[in-house]
């Protein structure tokens, strides 16, 4: 009990004891308390809040993975929860919920008071409540064969992650209740009753910019590149070379690697990480890649290199060609060198920008614009991206400045969207 105690010695909030005349709660909570609560949280407490309180499934998937893959993520200042309608009231049901009573009581409020306000959902969705009461009623057991009923989702640390997962998906919702029925437990079974009475899925909310966009009315399907499999969207290969003979050691790599892991399977892709590779292993790249793509049925291949410069490449084909030449030829190399982009951290010889202790400048960016414009083709992300590495500088004195210029080299022929589109 000390331990816990200590959680939340150093909380002061400006809320006093409910009277039990009271109907509403009269709460004084304002956004710069929030860093000293987010801290105070553990992380299955973290995953079961953000469950709750972000109505969007991918914001909500979104913050409860960052919560599990960094433990200093700040779940809550990080994503604004005063920009949302009644924040306040609604940060207090989500407490409730997830029984938090330490903190409740740390903020004047009794549990019997948080249970005769909040004996019916009044912010927090009645779809999501009713999921949430579903990971808690279910024993290891039912939760094993949950996952395991649905192949198309890999398995998760947290229930909530694994039902944010499924409800991303087309008819995500009716897939997650026909495999609950499957395990024929009453409690169960009495929720999803539940579900169905309230209409919820009809009612799923993506995102409050609603992140399944349509499909822009000038496309048409020969103009975008298709998915094949939206469970198995690609294949990522990272290769970090952090220990390097003669180099300095590359600190904060690591950051950059866990980021890029996170937001590759946000976008389910699969990855493979590598690190300090020797050089003999680059020969064999090619056909290790081509086994694996093979694997299953992937339509985007990411090969990610982090390393020192200097890298030693030769041209393989001619220097130049003439122009029936080139035609001859086109067919016989289309699949080697089109359908390629290739994104740089820095134009060639410039330097990169790396924290030790966070990571890259361009890693980071590249990953934070690819989850802000995920429904945006490729292209435009790597263009903010750039927008995003260039906005950052470093002072060498009071009259110069240092900014990175990331570069890129497009051969696509079409558009690339790693999130599924709707027609029209």
């Known amino acids: 009990m000390d331990r816990i105690n200590e959680r939340f010695e150093d909380i002061s909030f400006d809320a006093g ?9 009269i709460i004084f909570l304002e ?18 809040f953000a469950f709750l309180f972000f109505d969007d499934v991918y914001s909500s998937l979104r913050v409860c993975e960052k919560s599990v893959n960094n433990r200093n993520y ?40 948080a249970q005769r306000v909040f004996k019916k959902p009044k912010f927090v969705s009645k779809q999501r409540l009713l999921l949430y ?18 192949p198309s989702i890999s398995p998760e640390k947290y229930l909530e992650i694994f039902i944010l997962r499924i ?41 409050p910019t ?27 290969f990272i290769i970090n070379e952090v220990n390097i003979k003669g180099e300095q050691k590359r600190d904060g790599s690591t950051e950059d690697v866990s ?16 690190t300090d590779v020797p050089k003999k292993y680059f020969d064999d790249l090619g056909t290790i890649i081509d086994i694996h793509f093979k694997e299953k049925n992937y339509s985007v291949f990411f090969l990610i290199i982090m390393s020192h410069g200097k890298p030693d490449l030769a041209t393989d084909g001619p220097s130049s060609l003439q122009f029936d030449q080139a035609t001859q030829v086109r067919h016989k190399f289309r699949s080697h060198i089109s359908d390629l982009l290739i994104a740089m ?21 590249l990953c934070k614009c690819m989850k802000e414009h995920e429904n945006e083709c490729l292209l435009s992300i790597i263009t903010y991206t750039i927008r995003e590495v260039k906005a950052q500088s470093v002072s060498l004195d009071k009259t110069c400045q240092i900014i990175q210029q990331p570069e890129f080299r497009s051969l696509l022929e079409k558009k690339l969207y790693l999130k599924p589109i709707i027609n029209n």
């Open 259 to 274: 980021l890029l892991i996170s937001t590759m399977k946000y976008f389910n892709i699969n990855v493979k990480d590598f």
């Open 167 to 207: 409800l991303s998906l087309e008819n995500g919702l009716n897939l997650f209740i026909s495999s609950l029925l499957s395990l024929n437990n009453p409690v169960i079974n009495s929720l999803l009753e539940d579900i169905k009475e309230d209409s919820c899925s009809d009612n799923i909310k993506l995102t």
């Open 74 to 113: 700040n779940f809550m200042s990080d994503n604004s929860l005063e920009e949302h309608s009644n924040w306040d009231k609604k940060f207090i049901e989500c407490l409730f919920y997830v029984q938090h009573v330490l903190l409740l009581l740390k903020l004047g409020i009794g549990m019997y008071d």
């Open 210 to 236: 609603s992140k399944k966009l349509p499909r822009p009315a000038n496309l048409s399907a020969d103009e975008i590149y298709p998915i094949k499999d939206p469970n198995n969207v690609g294949l990522c």
């Open 17 to 25: 004891p409910i009277s039990s005349r009271e109907r509403n709660f």
């Open 31 to 48: 956004p710069d308390m929030i860093p000293k609560i987010e801290h105070r949280f553990e992380e299955y407490e973290k995953v079961s």
């Open 133 to 150: 009461k579903i990971c808690e009623n279910l024993s290891n057991a039912e939760t094993l064969q949950l996952m395991e009923s649905i």
């Open 345 to 365: 951290s820095t134009v060639t010889g410039f330097k990169a920008f790396r924290d030790r202790k966070t990571g890259s400048w361009f890693v980071q960016a």
